[in-house]
């Protein structure tokens, strides 16, 4: 007999009907069939459920978040509940010959590689976080704020969102770098490495890593951290995901927080886009050792029609410091004296002192959202906007074709600086460690505009990029921000560090069962 809730909502014991387009891609590998998946629901742990595509609740697990991937639909999907279920999962799709992708919930990934045609590992059900003090923490005080260095660790399974991190920080002055938006996963999140606005105070996501438990492509969990698996550690700290096994597990060192940080949110048209973008830059280098400042720079717009993306256009700066108003409005001067009387008022009223936990909320944004592209770059000291090439950027950004996506079109730029630069680039996977910005070109539209509406965009997002990078791309990206039509991407997100990878691969994963387009390989 089948345990009740194993098939999933409304699929029945008998009889299943695997819908024409997941079992044509089933089918490619080997036939699977009503046995085979009999056999997977019983290997499950009861906390564990299978579903298959004829039932009520697949759709929604199948959706990835950029619906412009929605069409690749799994054969089946394992919503796990523990790391025996992984390992379990993961034997059979290599027993049957179907590949085996994990996803944390929603599927953030921008380039739709925490999708499968095969079974899809839904990593939601692991939540529990549990933190452990440690007796030989040491405190410093910046302004107003007291921070406990490596208070302890927390331990955080792989269904762990930005968001579930979030109340730690909240109600216990917990904290963990994370990233901006709350669904995000965080196991995808370290994985590639994870920017943040605390980032360069406290070091990338990966920087706080501790230890990793990873089941890996034979089924075998092994437990990852500098004196256990130490390669496989070092490629977990920015080798990205689903590249050596499925992470079930991470333990990071978290941080005591105790006070208030500095906030801002400037905002001003595109008129001033020149001025405000050279003055941030400005900023950011002479901030880059300076681990307290962080920002956040941007052009946006949105709409669909010429007048609505001509008024929505924008240009922005959000971010937070460590230390007193006095001191944040001293480093913002030159950004607070650009622009209109009402945005000098409005820019100037927006930096105050919150705490911690109301800063994380307003960082916090969803976004992209629906439907997108992007395009992104590491920025240096040599490679930085020129006016020329920023005046490119804003007059495309106004030819936008615009969409139905409220979340629009445009560029940001995270700094970088601070405690991330003192990491040897060889030190972890991350090889990003000499530079000043992640750069971020994108572009999106809505489940219901025209087919021709997302030709137009991902069209336009093409020119935006070249346009900027008239005369030579840079030659390098950020890993988490993939774009699947990046030819170099091997130099672009590795660098150095990639053979050095294909070596953890060979040794992790030597037939290359965990595979996507951009995947770490073999040789």
């Given at each position: 007999m089948l345990r009740a809730g194993v098939w999933g909502t409304a699929a029945g014991a008998l009889g299943l009907q695997v819908p024409e387009s997941a079992a044509a891609a089933a089918e490619a590998a080997r036939p699977v069939g009503h046995r085979d998946w009999k056999r997977l629901a019983k290997a499950l742990s009861p906390g564990a459920t299978l579903y298959l595509p004829h039932g009520s609740v697949y759709p929604s697990l199948a959706l990835p978040f950029n619906h412009r991937y929605a069409g690749i639909r799994p054969a089946g999907i394992v919503a796990c509940a523990t790391t025996g279920d992984v390992s379990a999962a993961v034997r059979w799709a290599r027993e049957v010959g179907l590949p085996a992708v994990p996803r944390t919930g929603l599927g953030h990934n921008y380039a739709g590689y925490s999708t499968t045609t095969g079974l899809l590992l839904n990593m939601a059900r692991m939540k529990s976080i549990v933190s452990t003090p440690t007796g030989d923490a040491r405190s410093r005080v910046y302004g107003p704020m007291k921070v406990v260095h490596d208070a302890g660790t927390v331990t955080v399974r792989a269904g762990v969102t930005n968001g579930d991190l979030h109340p730690l920080l909240e109600d216990q002055g917990m904290f963990v770098?994370?990233?901006?938006?709350?669904?995000?996963?965080?196991?995808g999140l370290v994985l590639g490495?994870?920017?943040?606005?605390?980032?360069?105070?406290?070091?990338?996501?990966?920087?706080?890593?501790?230890?990793?438990?990873?089941?890996?492509?034979?089924?075998?969990?092994?437990?990852?951290?500098?004196?256990?698996h130490p390669d496989l550690f070092w490629a977990c700290r920015g080798g990205a995901g689903n590249n050596f096994g499925v992470n079930t597990s991470f333990t990071f060192q978290y941080e005591q927080f105790e006070g208030t940080v500095g906030f801002y949110q400037l905002r001003w048209s595109l008129d001033s886009v020149l001025p405000v973008v050279a003055a941030a830059q400005h900023i950011a280098q002479d901030t880059a050792d300076d681990k307290r400042f962080h920002l956040r720079l941007g052009i946006g717009t949105n709409g669909t029609t010429r007048a609505q993306i001509r008024a929505n256009a924008n240009v922005n700066a959000i971010g937070q410091f460590y230390g007193t108003v006095q001191e944040l409005r001293a480093i913002l001067d030159p950004l607070l004296k650009i622009g209109t009387p009402e945005e000098r008022a409005r820019n100037s009223a927006s930096v105050r002192q919150v705490t911690p936990g109301e800063a994380s909320v307003l960082l916090s944004a969803t976004t992209p959202i629906d439907r997108f592209a992007t395009k992104s770059a590491i920025l240096n000291s040599r490679t930085l906007l020129t006016d020329q090439q920023v005046s490119a950027a804003a007059q495309r950004l106004l030819d936008w074709p615009g969409s139905s996506n409220e979340d629009g079109a445009g560029f940001a730029m995270f700094a970088l600086g601070g405690e991330i630069n003192q990491v040897p680039p060889n030190a972890t996977a991350f090889v990003h460690r000499t530079d000043l910005f992640v750069f971020a070109a994108e572009t999106s539209w809505a489940d219901y505009d025209l087919p021709s509406v997302a030709e137009a965009n991902l069209h336009w997002l093409k020119q935006f990029y070249d346009d900027i990078?008239?005369?030579?791309?840079?030659?390098?990206?950020?890993?988490?921000?993939?774009?699947?039509?990046?030819?170099?991407?091997?130099?672009?997100?590795?660098?150095?560090?990639y053979p050095r990878l294909v070596k953890v691969k060979r040794k992790y994963d030597p037939t290359g069962f965990f595979n996507y387009p951009q995947a770490i390989g073999t040789r």
């Amino acid at each position: 007999m089948l345990r009740a809730g194993v098939w999933g909502t409304a699929a029945g014991a008998l009889g299943l009907q695997v819908p024409e387009s997941a079992a044509a891609a089933a089918e490619a590998a080997r036939p699977v069939g009503h046995r085979d998946w009999k056999r997977l629901a019983k290997a499950l742990s009861p906390g564990a459920t299978l579903y298959l595509p004829h039932g009520s609740v697949y759709p929604s697990l199948a959706l990835p978040f950029n619906h412009r991937y929605a069409g690749i639909r799994p054969a089946g999907i394992v919503a796990c509940a523990t790391t025996g279920d992984v390992s379990a999962a993961v034997r059979w799709a290599r027993e049957v010959g179907l590949p085996a992708v994990p996803r944390t919930g929603l599927g953030h990934n921008y380039a739709g590689y925490s999708t499968t045609t095969g079974l899809l590992l839904n990593m939601a059900r692991m939540k529990s976080i549990v933190s452990t003090p440690t007796g030989d923490a040491r405190s410093r005080v910046y302004g107003p704020m007291k921070v406990v260095h490596d208070a302890g660790t927390v331990t955080v399974r792989a269904g762990v969102t930005n968001g579930d991190l979030h109340p730690l920080l909240e109600d216990q002055g917990m904290f963990v770098p994370t990233g901006r938006c709350p669904s995000v996963g965080v196991a995808g999140l370290v994985l590639g490495g994870g920017i943040g606005f605390s980032d360069k105070m406290f070091g990338l996501t990966c920087d706080r890593l501790v230890s990793t438990t990873v089941v890996l492509a034979d089924g075998r969990a092994v437990k990852a951290s500098k004196d256990s698996h130490p390669d496989l550690f070092w490629a977990c700290r920015g080798g990205a995901g689903n590249n050596f096994g499925v992470n079930t597990s991470f333990t990071f060192q978290y941080e005591q927080f105790e006070g208030t940080v500095g906030f801002y949110q400037l905002r001003w048209s595109l008129d001033s886009v020149l001025p405000v973008v050279a003055a941030a830059q400005h900023i950011a280098q002479d901030t880059a050792d300076d681990k307290r400042f962080h920002l956040r720079l941007g052009i946006g717009t949105n709409g669909t029609t010429r007048a609505q993306i001509r008024a929505n256009a924008n240009v922005n700066a959000i971010g937070q410091f460590y230390g007193t108003v006095q001191e944040l409005r001293a480093i913002l001067d030159p950004l607070l004296k650009i622009g209109t009387p009402e945005e000098r008022a409005r820019n100037s009223a927006s930096v105050r002192q919150v705490t911690p936990g109301e800063a994380s909320v307003l960082l916090s944004a969803t976004t992209p959202i629906d439907r997108f592209a992007t395009k992104s770059a590491i920025l240096n000291s040599r490679t930085l906007l020129t006016d020329q090439q920023v005046s490119a950027a804003a007059q495309r950004l106004l030819d936008w074709p615009g969409s139905s996506n409220e979340d629009g079109a445009g560029f940001a730029m995270f700094a970088l600086g601070g405690e991330i630069n003192q990491v040897p680039p060889n030190a972890t996977a991350f090889v990003h460690r000499t530079d000043l910005f992640v750069f971020a070109a994108e572009t999106s539209w809505a489940d219901y505009d025209l087919p021709s509406v997302a030709e137009a965009n991902l069209h336009w997002l093409k020119q935006f990029y070249d346009d900027i990078f008239a005369d030579e791309s840079p030659e390098h990206a950020y890993q988490n921000f993939p774009d699947p039509t990046l030819k170099n991407w091997r130099r672009a997100y590795y660098g150095t560090n990639y053979p050095r990878l294909v070596k953890v691969k060979r040794k992790y994963d030597p037939t290359g069962f965990f595979n996507y387009p951009q995947a770490i390989g073999t040789r």
